[in-house]
Structure formats: C-alpha cells, structure tokens
C-alpha cells in the first residue's frame, strides 16, 4: 500500500477465512474444492473517489526482496498460492495425458541438436548450438576459414542446481579475447555479469551484480559498460570499469524514474551511446570510442512526444525520428560534429502507413523494416540513395532483419516465415541482389506445407477501421462455424503480432483448431497511428477491436460463440481480462497469462518497476481524474461483477518484475466468487520463474501443452465429464 491510500476497515468478517486445504464437495459429483481467499477490506481513497479492494494482502510488502529471493515471501500467500496450484492440477487431472502427448509432439517438432546460422565476426564466426537432450544453449565459435570449435558458453553447466537460470544478453568483446555474459537466475530479471578470458577459459573475479541484462564493451575492449538496476527494479544508471577488473565509474544517473536506459555501440564503433527513452520521449547521449572514459554528450535534448535513435554510418549520423509530425518515422542524416537537430537532414523521408520499424548499417548500404497492413518488408539503400526491395509475395507472412554481424560487408541477414512455413534465414549480398539459403528450420516430426491455409480477414471495427486478422487451419478444417478456434490478440506499446510460423501451434490446429491472430490497435501491426490510436483516452479501441475480430470470425463462419478461447499475454492478459468482462458470451474460455489486470492499483504504486515509464501509455491516475476515471472504467480487476464468465485461466511467475504475481492471484480470488456459470477459476503461479516462464527450452514447452490442454478443455467442458 502505498501513501496515497487509507485503510479505513481491516476488520475480517466470519466468511473471511484462512485458505483452507483442497476439500471435497459434500453432495453432487465428486469436485475438487476451490481454495476461498480470505478477504480483508482496504478502502482507498484517491482523488476524491473511493474503492475497496478485499485482496489488497496478497501483495507482499517486502516484494522488492521476494524478487531476488523467492523464498522471503510472506507464508500466507505461499499457502494460498500452493493451494491454488493444487487446486487447478486437481480440475486439470483429466487433461494430463493430453498435456503428455502434446508436449511429446511439440518437443518431437524441435530439432534437438541444432545450431544457429554462424555469424562471421573479423576472423571468427559465432554461433549457439543445443545438444541433443540439453534444456539450455551452448555459445561458441571457430575459425571463419575452418578449425576447431571453442565453446565460450555452456548454459547447462551454468544452470546445474539451479530452479531457474536465463542467459539474457552474451556477447564478445570487439578484440575477440573477452566473452561476457548475463544471468538471470531468478526470472527477476537481476542479473549478475560475467565475463571470461576467452583463452585461459577463467571467468574474471570481479562479477557485476544487480544489473539488467544489458552491457557493452568499448571498442578498444578495455572497458565494459553495463546498466545498474535498483531495489526497485528499474534500470538507473550506467557505470564503466576496466574489463578486467579496477575501480567502477557512474557514467550516467538517470534522474527520472520514468525513464528505461541501455548502453550500446554504434554500428561502425565509433561511438558508444547511451539510450533513455519511454513510451513516447527519447535521448541519446553519446562518448567517443577512442576516448570511453570522456564525459557523454547530449545528441539532442529531450522533448516529449519525440523519439530518436541514433546510429553512426562512417561518416554521419543515421537517425530514426518522427520528428515533424513524423507520425510513422522518417531517417534524416546529420554531421559527425553535430548531430543536433537543427542539423538533420532527410535521408528516407516520411510516409504515412509506411512504419519504419528499425535499421541496420553496414559500410555502404542501409537497410531497414518496414510494416504496413501487418506485414513487413525490407528495404536495402546504397550510398548513393538506390533502393531496392526485397519483396514477398504471400497474404500474411513475417519478414524480419537480423541484419550483419559485421559493418565491413556487403551482406545482410534475414529471416522468413509465415504461419504455415517455417523459418528460412537468407544471407543477402546487398550489391549483386544474390540471396543464399543458409537454414530451413527443420521439423524432425514432419510437416507439409500444402496441408495447411493461411489467410487474411480485415473485420470492420465500430468506427470504421479495419482490423487484420491472420488465419491458420488445415485444408481439410471445415469453415462452418464447427471448429473450435483459439484468437490470440497483444495490441499495446506499439509492439506488432507477426503472422509468424509456431510449431507449438500445430498440436491445435493439427486438431481440427483454427488459429487466429487478431492485429487490433494498440500495437503497431497497420503503422505507429495503429498504436496512437489505442492508448491513454482511447485504450478501449483494443479491446473492441479485438471483439470485432471474433464477431467477423463469427460472421464468415469461422468460428462460432461461445467456441472460442481467446489468449493473451502481459498487456495482452489486460485485454483478456478487459474482454472477458466486456463480452464473456463470446468465449469458452479465457487465457491470461502473466495478465495485468489490476491497473488502477499497480499505475498507483510508484514503487513498482514499470509504474512511472508507463504512465505515458496509460494515463497518470494519481495525479489526472481524467485518467483514473477513464482507467477505472476498463481495468479488469476493478470491473468483475456478477455475470455467466467462461472458464478461466490465469497464469504468474513468482518472481516476475513487469506483472507481479499478485495481479493474477488477486483476480483469481475475485473472479471466482463472481462467476454465476458454474465454469471453473483456475489460477497456475510458476513458483521459480519470472515473466517469461520457464527458462529451459523443453520445460517452456510443458507450459504451452498445459495452456492448450486448456483451451481443449474448456471447449469440452472436461469439468462436467470428471
């Protein structure tokens, strides 16, 4: 509870028990018992308006030391969560042998022993490889022109008696004599860095601790930079050390704690820039590479509502901005000596609907991702200002830029797939148009391609606009309104939906499932307007697009009411918590995974990590009753009242910093009581994992059987049958 809030009734009435053991209904058909969560009234008064909030206690006031140790958690809610988790395994009992043979089948579509495309780096070429068996990657190298190979890295060894281990960022120094590495070994997202003598094979002494998983060398490799973050999670300062160990220097402190910072180099190591940025305003400040202990440089101050990113091509700066009215992005140039923007310069100038999501820079070319109508394409522009595209010619696909490893080349990278094909990575010679297939990933289970039908749907939105809606199923899945239908839907911070390829998605639609992906507002699927369209004032658009997605799913008789389970994650778990107040006719069931569901209360707590970066995309309700009335109105946790709700299943991490395990837990609790269906509450806490899940490659498939056995589940009323 933060300051802002009063209790003013702690009392607990008879009906607020303690969570009891699971139990046995007494008469009927023989049930498991859902846990009841005691219920301890807090009022809470916030700009003239009052609510109450009954599961206020599930929040562990010492949450800050439960995310670096999961075992600080306060014993009354590791009880209930226990119970919860038992409770959903009791329901879920008949759908283990489903779960079994799903992950069989997604585990048998995994190429154990694979190995990612070699990226050439001066004289070597690094790469990650698995070992057949292995739950974590090996990071290696060798000789670009042929010997033995040298493991920098094996994550396995690493991760031995251990519940979780993540390496979240691995990279080499640019001398090639240093490997660095970031763990996670909580799923807390704090991380230590470690960096190793690559030929005595020892890990220097001098471990980095209580960093985010972002760092970078200098270009001399004799310093490393990194990011700290703090008790509260937030990453809020950059500091340097010689890499070998000496004394640590604050290079930069952030005084706003609305505000995400990183560190990186420039594509031709001339500089070293330091990102700061939210959801709507940006700056860099960059320090020369040949000097990395000079004091940073502002680039171009900052002003809200203008994002920049900057890099450096040689002889200029290269910046991304939707600067002017920019509202899609545009490139300009600048000098060297003065990049501020007075000096820029229009290098790709803007075009409305045409999102230039990113660029990549090498010696002579500057390719960049675009996204319009949510698909992408790449561009590649020489020096002399020629462009040309590499094109595709499908209704949805995902074409993405891994760019070179590299800036003394000609080549790029890029990857290909759609839902229906699985990824093929191409090296691209950007003078002589030639592209070389390096990799097909490989389905050692089998797949063709011509057995499946990928499709593209724009569903009118209340307002007119269309929304696209990626579609896959089997040739032989009948389109009329009989199959059971899975949408899946984000829809904010401007972050897109591919129409990606997912072999998981197979063990559904290999079923007789179609799979939906729903690019509604609030992600940038049809330009960044797309997002600017379903934010802050306006953030219910996502919700009703994604509503109007399944109604014309309905409509074309792809689906029908009340045979479809929608799923989402993180801000998408938002959405399904939004829709499923909004219009729980639709669904069979619900997916929240990781869902924040409970806005009001979490943008009020300004000790949480993500609180004051994301006020800019969701409104400041401390400060604006605008906000705080407009938030109220759709935040799912708030919203709960007595209706028919379908099945539900909501899923947490107990050490996860972006949605806190609570938010799930507490919606469960509420929702529970509120149900007037009969349908089941099912609530699934990873008790030593974060907001990812499960780190090893074969156990983050359990969870995806599990979810899916769900979706099935609920579609059958597997409840009724137990």
Known sequence: MNRREMILSTAMTAAAVATPALARQPTGPSMPQPPVAKKIPVVIEQLGRTRTDDYQWMKDDNWQAVLRDPTLIKAEVKEHLTAENAYREAMMASTVQLQETMFAEMRGRIKEDDSSVPAPDGPWEYYVRYNTGDQHPLYCRKPRDGGAETILLDANILAEGKAYSEISAASHSPDHALFAYAEDAQGSEVHKIYVKDVASGEVLPAVIESATGDFTFSPDSQWIFWTNRDDNGRPDKIFRRPVRGGETTLVYDEADDGMFIGVGRTSDDKFIVISIQNQETSEARYIPGANPTAEPVVLEPRVVAIRYDADHWGDRWVIRTNAHDAVDFKIVEAPTASPAKANWKDLVAHTPGRFIEGLDLTRDHLARQERADANTRIIIRDRAGAEHEIAVDEPAFALSLAGASEFNTVKTRYAYNSPSTP??????????????????????????????VVERLNAPASDG??????????????????????????????????????????????????????????????????????RRMTKKNTFTDFIAAAEHLIDRQYAAAGNIVAQ????????????????????????????????????????LPLTPPEWPEWGNPIEDAAAYDYMYSYSPYDQVEAKAYPAVLATGGLSDPRVTYWEPEKWVAKLRPATTSGKPVLLKINMEAGHGGAAGRFDYLKEVAHDYAFAIWAIDKGWEKA
């Open 423 to 452: 990824t093929q990575t191409f090296d691209y010679d950007m003078a002589t148009r030639e592209r070389t297939l390096r990799k097909t990933q490989e389905i050692p289970s089998g797949h063709n391609i011509a057995d499946y």
């Open 465 to 534: 606009q269309l929304v696209p809606v990626t579609l896959l199923r089997r040739k032989d899945t009948p389109v009329d309104g009989s199959a059971p239908l899975l949408l899946y839907g984000y829809g904010s911070y401007g972050i897109p939906m591919p129409a990606s390829f997912s072999a998981n998605r197979l063990s559904l639609v290999n079923r007789g499932w179609i799979y939906a992906i729903a690019h509604i507002r609030g992600g940038s699927d049809k330009g960044w307007g797309w997002f600017l369209g379903a």
């Open 568 to 607: 989402g994650g993180s801000a998408g778990g938002m959405l399904m918590g939004a829709v499923n107040n909004m219009r729980p006719d639709l669904w069979a069931g619900v997916i929240g995974q990781v869902p924040f569901v409970d806005v009001i209360n979490t943008m009020s707590d300004t000790s």
